[in-house]
């Protein structure tokens, strides 16, 4: 069993910058990848990015890269059981509920990523809005 509560949401400017965190626990950690996702209003929820376990390895949504990339990093300290998403630069476009979830470490392929249900466990999201 592995819980995960995201915070760090709020109101932002454009412009602006926030760092969402999505704090772990449970007694099998180790064995899953986190990643985090967002969903606008009216829209599905779309994969931003994962991180494994080690840290070592990172992956942002092919399709997304350009939205995101130099603004959204994810990282994590396992000594916190904390994974963390700083975003930087937002627009209004960012504007979502932001969710944290965990993957197990053995899908490894891009294809699982962006796959709702190969994912365990999800936290309940955390609102960013950034006004213009």
């Known amino acids: 069993q592995v819980q995960l509560v995201e915070s760090g949401g709020g109101l932002v400017q454009t412009g602006g910058s926030l760092r969402l965190s999505c704090a772990v626990s449970?007694?099998?950690?180790?064995?899953?990848?986190t990643s985090w996702f967002r969903q606008a209003p009216g829209e599905a929820r779309e994969f931003v990015a994962v991180?494994?376990?080690?840290?070592?390895?990172?992956?942002?949504?092919?399709s997304v890269k350009g939205r995101f990339k130099g603004r959204f990093t994810v990282s994590r300290d396992n000594a916190k059981n904390a994974v963390y998403l700083q975003m930087n630069s937002l627009t209004p476009e960012d504007t979502a509920v932001y969710y944290c979830?965990?993957?197990?470490?053995?899908?490894?392929?891009?294809?699982?990523?962006?796959?709702?249900?190969?994912?365990?466990?999800w936290g309940q999201g955390t609102q960013v809005t950034v006004a213009s």
């Open positions: 979830a965990a993957l197990p470490q053995e899908k490894t392929s891009h294809s699982y990523f962006d796959s709702l249900s190969e994912y365990d466990y």
């Open positions: 449970g007694r099998t950690l180790s064995s899953y990848s």
């Open positions: 991180i494994s376990y080690s840290g070592i390895y990172t992956y942002y949504a092919d």
